[in-house]
């Protein structure tokens, strides 16, 4: 049975660059990532996905460990450097034909997959000339999500186009912490803007084919919060609505830019040239069936006061690598003492789900959503041979429970995916950062452990799937 037939999706994601491995093999060529993590600009967990989980070699081993789990749905991403190793030119066969087994080994047990495009893994010579920040990548990107269509439509019915344009975007270009490494709001704003055209472009790309799927994108998106109820504190929420969570949303969804989102980014000061005539109608073409929510904190705001633009993130898992971030004349993150936070920074406040999703009901009323990220990152320990991550089960059941509430008032949300389905390499935090259901023994040739959250999740699934 597939999701279109009406099945809640109970499963687990990862990303390519971040569990296969593999990253020379089979035709593969380099992408932005691989060069990053070679190169010296690598300096806080200087680590590489080389081998990563080795999921590339093992994908029928954790497929194995997913059905023991009780999960029906693998959301799972492909290489574009292994399908088109430059990004343009020649097809890879030997890429293809490895997603081919991927695809058919889900079936085979009874797993949907939930197929994402990109995730954040460019190919180098697209990225050298500029990448997301030139339009020439929306074209490259339209034909290899054809190249995909073509070869696995027939056997994928759930797509997704990109993966978190305004995160990955924010650490590339605000944060800088992700390759280009660098801080320039401007830079941004084009980047993620021809990341929400190529969506588009895909996505007519697959209506033209006919295909009988549906096609997404995904967006981490958050409940925007405030501890002060005051028009200073409301402004600041509705800047950063906009900010994160508008400025993708409605593209994807309404297929158009919010109307105050030019207007804003020309009064701060940036070139928006690259908004070209025509656009409009190739965004309203290029509209989702669904949104696919990346759903992990609230942001807690407050108004600005003018201090310069700061963005950062906590890639150590240090207290003292937290610090306050704002964006001018928009809104200052706040926080809150009374909810607990990771070691990392991030609030463990799984109620914030509930307020999401229903904001997400009023703004796009028609269109399902799927829950294709959710979990918690912790220095998992291995102890007699068993992880006990009860901290992890706590904070995923106040999610499902959130979640199940906000469906049974009318959200339509079809599916629940658990990051991460192993442990993997966790982009700039490395592979400390442990977010897997299943523990990976880097030490000993990969060896999957499963841990009690695995074990917690098979008998949720079991209790509440349908």
Same mark, same amino acid.
């Given at each position: 049975m597939s999701a279109a037939a009406g099945r809640f999706l109970w499963g687990s994601a990862t990303a390519a660059y971040q569990c296969e491995g593999a990253w020379r093999e089979a035709d593969k060529g380099p992408s932005n990532w691989d060069v990053f993590c070679h190169s010296e600009a690598n300096s806080v967990n200087p680590v590489t996905g080389d081998v990563a989980a080795d999921h590339y070699h093992r994908f029928e081993e954790d497929l194995d460990l997913m059905v023991a789990g009780g999960q029906n749905a693998y959301r799972f991403s492909i290489a574009w450097t292994r399908v088109i190793p430059d990004g343009t030119g020649a097809v890879s066969e030997a890429g293809l034909a490895h997603y081919d087994r991927v695809i058919d080994a889900c079936l085979a047990r009874g797993i949907e997959p939930m197929v994402t495009l990109y995730h954040y893994d460019l190919p180098q010579p697209l990225f050298e000339r500029?990448?997301?920040?030139?339009?020439?990548?929306?074209?490259?990107?339209?034909?290899?999500?054809? @190249?995909?269509?073509?070869r696995y439509g027939d056997r994928v019915r759930l797509w997704l186009t990109i993966n978190e344009p +305004? *995160?990955?975007?924010?650490?590339?270009?605000?944060?800088? +912490?992700?390759?280009? +490494?660098?801080? =320039?709001?401007?830079? &941004?704003?084009?980047?993620m803007y021809h990341m929400l055209l190529a969506s588009a472009h895909a996505v007519r790309e697959f209506r033209s084919l006919g295909l009988s799927g549906q096609i997404g994108l995904v967006s981490d998106s958050y409940y925007i919060d405030t501890l002060v109820d005051d028009p200073a504190y409301d402004e600041a929420a509705r800047n950063a609505d906009l900010f994160f969570n508008r400025s993708v949303n409605d593209v994807a969804v309404l297929g158009t830019l919010p109307p105050e989102m030019r207007e804003r980014l020309e009064a701060d000061g940036c070139d928006t040239s690259y908004v070209l005539p025509g656009d409009e109608d190739i965004l309203a073409e290029g509209r989702v069936d669904f949104l696919g929510v990346n759903a992990y904190e609230r942001e807690l705001v407050k108004p600005s006061d003018g201090s310069p633009t700061n963005l950062t993130a906590?890639?150590? !898992?240090?207290?003292?690598?937290?610090?306050?971030?704002?964006?001018?004349?928009?809104? @200052? #993150? =706040?926080?809150?003492?009374?909810?607990?936070?990771?070691?990392? !920074?991030?609030?463990?406040?799984? &109620?914030?789900?509930? !307020? #999401? #999703?229903?904001? #997400?009901?009023?703004?796009?009323?028609?269109?399902?959503?799927?829950? @294709?990220?959710?979990?918690?990152? *912790?220095? =998992?320990?291995?102890? =007699?041979g068993r992880v006990r991550d009860d901290y992890r089960i706590e904070y995923l059941r106040g999610f499902v429970e959130w979640i199940l509430r906000a469906r049974a008032e009318g959200c339509d949300v079809r599916g629940y995916f658990v990051w991460s389905t192993m442990d993997l390499y966790s982009w700039i935090n490395g592979y400390r950062k442990r977010y897997g259901l299943v523990y990976v023994d880097y030490g000993d040739d990969c060896r999957r452990i499963p841990k009690d959250s695995f074990y917690w999740y098979r008998d949720m699934i079991k209790e509440r799937g349908e």
């Amino acid at each position: 049975m597939s999701a279109a037939a009406g099945r809640f999706l109970w499963g687990s994601a990862t990303a390519a660059y971040q569990c296969e491995g593999a990253w020379r093999e089979a035709d593969k060529g380099p992408s932005n990532w691989d060069v990053f993590c070679h190169s010296e600009a690598n300096s806080v967990n200087p680590v590489t996905g080389d081998v990563a989980a080795d999921h590339y070699h093992r994908f029928e081993e954790d497929l194995d460990l997913m059905v023991a789990g009780g999960q029906n749905a693998y959301r799972f991403s492909i290489a574009w450097t292994r399908v088109i190793p430059d990004g343009t030119g020649a097809v890879s066969e030997a890429g293809l034909a490895h997603y081919d087994r991927v695809i058919d080994a889900c079936l085979a047990r009874g797993i949907e997959p939930m197929v994402t495009l990109y995730h954040y893994d460019l190919p180098q010579p697209l990225f050298e000339r500029g990448g997301w920040e030139r339009r020439e990548t929306c074209e490259a990107f339209a034909r290899y999500a054809r @190249t995909c269509f073509e070869r696995y439509g027939d056997r994928v019915r759930l797509w997704l186009t990109i993966n978190e344009p +305004n *995160y990955d975007t924010l650490c590339s270009y605000a944060i800088g +912490n992700y390759p280009p +490494n660098v801080r =320039d709001l401007d830079r &941004r704003w084009r980047a993620m803007y021809h990341m929400l055209l190529a969506s588009a472009h895909a996505v007519r790309e697959f209506r033209s084919l006919g295909l009988s799927g549906q096609i997404g994108l995904v967006s981490d998106s958050y409940y925007i919060d405030t501890l002060v109820d005051d028009p200073a504190y409301d402004e600041a929420a509705r800047n950063a609505d906009l900010f994160f969570n508008r400025s993708v949303n409605d593209v994807a969804v309404l297929g158009t830019l919010p109307p105050e989102m030019r207007e804003r980014l020309e009064a701060d000061g940036c070139d928006t040239s690259y908004v070209l005539p025509g656009d409009e109608d190739i965004l309203a073409e290029g509209r989702v069936d669904f949104l696919g929510v990346n759903a992990y904190e609230r942001e807690l705001v407050k108004p600005s006061d003018g201090s310069p633009t700061n963005l950062t993130a906590n890639n150590t !898992g240090r207290p003292e690598d937290n610090h306050e971030k704002t964006v001018r004349g928009w809104f @200052t #993150l =706040d926080s809150d003492p009374s909810v607990p936070k990771n070691a990392w !920074g991030m609030e463990l406040y799984p &109620r914030s789900v509930y !307020g #999401l #999703l229903m904001d #997400l009901r009023e703004k796009y009323p028609d269109t399902p959503v799927y829950i @294709t990220e959710n979990g918690m990152g *912790y220095a =998992d320990e291995l102890v =007699d041979g068993r992880v006990r991550d009860d901290y992890r089960i706590e904070y995923l059941r106040g999610f499902v429970e959130w979640i199940l509430r906000a469906r049974a008032e009318g959200c339509d949300v079809r599916g629940y995916f658990v990051w991460s389905t192993m442990d993997l390499y966790s982009w700039i935090n490395g592979y400390r950062k442990r977010y897997g259901l299943v523990y990976v023994d880097y030490g000993d040739d990969c060896r999957r452990i499963p841990k009690d959250s695995f074990y917690w999740y098979r008998d949720m699934i079991k209790e509440r799937g349908e």
